[in-house]
């Protein structure tokens, strides 16, 4: 068990890069169709694709990823600094693959506008239905891993779902964006505690659930969440990978509840279609926590933009989830 807290570096560092490499992996196949990449599968960190970038070049979702973690290194939970390096990202291309932003979504680029016009950063997100996409869900794995840190946590609690819910409010409000956020993040804090890969991330779905089931506010979405108590035993053609939340994190488990491997799972969570970048960017976190860092191959770790440097502010954000924690641990403590 994970209770000593024996393995979180090891955790933060494989959900870090898993995610950095799975995005990556995923931006030549963006909105390809499952059929298309049936006939020619995904296998290797190439380039190319809708966006025309350089094999190992990562997309928003890694860029926003790590506008959090820098955050966090120097403010803890600050929803407004973190608004501020997304605006950061998006007009000033900081904490990019290669000096260019090619891709955001149309609910993160309006929250950030309203962050410009000053707007607090709480109430930036869209609220419509029809801005559910994943634009927060692809960015909250360093929020849950924090949390771990700071508090402990082997399951929600509303101190830690506050911050979870906030955090998909500056770009996405709605609740069912907030409750895609808090399930992963479930999954999450049941990982760390070890154990079997099976029951962990399936203990997270249930234990998600049930946080969520009596609570009157997210009523209205959490039926459609039911469905992933079972969702080890979906088949391919039940499972879809759009731009939508729900999609999202119902792919991202399916392809880590019916794969053995890191490599596996991202290349399966990639050929799925559609938002690949992002399907695999949220599978590769939870399948590198999971293996850890060595075991992504290390030709795409090569190949992947920045990855040394990543790998590196893993080690820093390490040491800020674990200092002032709330659980009496240091980092000092628990030096890999
Ligand atoms: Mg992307």
């Given at each position: ?54 094999p ?67 109430e930036c ?17 360093p ?46 804090f ?87 970048d ?28 920045k ?18 924690s709330?659980?009496g ?6 030096i890999?």
């Amino acid at each position: 068990m994970f209770g000593e807290m024996k393995y979180y570096y090891q955790f933060i560092e494989g959900a870090i890069l898993g995610s950095v490499v799975g995005d990556a992996l995923g931006v030549p196949g963006e909105f390809m169709s499952r059929e298309e990449l049936m006939e020619a599968p995904i296998t290797d960190m190439i380039g190319g694709g809708a966006h025309e970038q350089l094999p190992g070049t990562w997309s928003d979702d890694t860029s926003m990823t790590l506008c959090t973690i820098d955050s966090i290194i120097e403010k803890g939970i600050d929803y407004d600094d973190q608004m501020y390096r997304f605006a950061d990202w998006l007009w000033n291309s900081s904490n990019t693959a290669r000096d260019e932003v090619f891709d955001v979504g149309g609910a993160t680029k309006h929250a950030i506008f309203r962050y410009m016009k000053k707007t607090p950063a709480l109430e930036c997100g869209e609220l419509a239905e029809n801005t559910c996409g994943n634009g927060s869900l692809m960015r909250i794995m360093p929020t849950a891993l924090y949390l771990v840190g700071q508090y402990g946590n082997w399951a929600l609690d509303d101190r830690t779902a506050d911050i979870i819910h906030n955090t998909s409010k500056c770009t996405h409000a709605h609740v069912r964006c907030q409750m895609a956020c808090g399930i992963f993040c479930s999954v999450v804090f049941q990982m760390t505690c070890g154990g079997d890969l099976h029951n962990a991330a399936m203990g997270g779905i249930i234990s998600g659930l049930k946080y969520y089931r009596n609570r009157p506010e997210f009523a209205t979405v959490y039926p459609e969440f039911e469905s992933l108590a079972k969702v080890d035993k979906w088949s391919e053609s039940e499972v879809e990978s759009t731009g939508f939340v729900l999609h999202t994190l119902q792919a991202a488990l399916w392809c880590l509840l019916t794969t053995s491997d890191y490599t596996e799972c991202v290349l399966k969570a990639v050929n799925l279609g559609r938002d690949t970048d992002t399907t695999a960017a949220v599978a590769g976190a939870l399948a590198g926590l999971w293996y850890g860092e060595r075991q992504i191959p290390r030709d795409w770790a090569e190949k992947t933009a920045k990855y040394d440097e990543i790998k590196q502010l893993a080690k820093t954000f390490y040491f800020a989830c674990l200092k002032n924690s709330k659980t009496g641990r240091t980092a000092s403590e628990y030096i890999p």
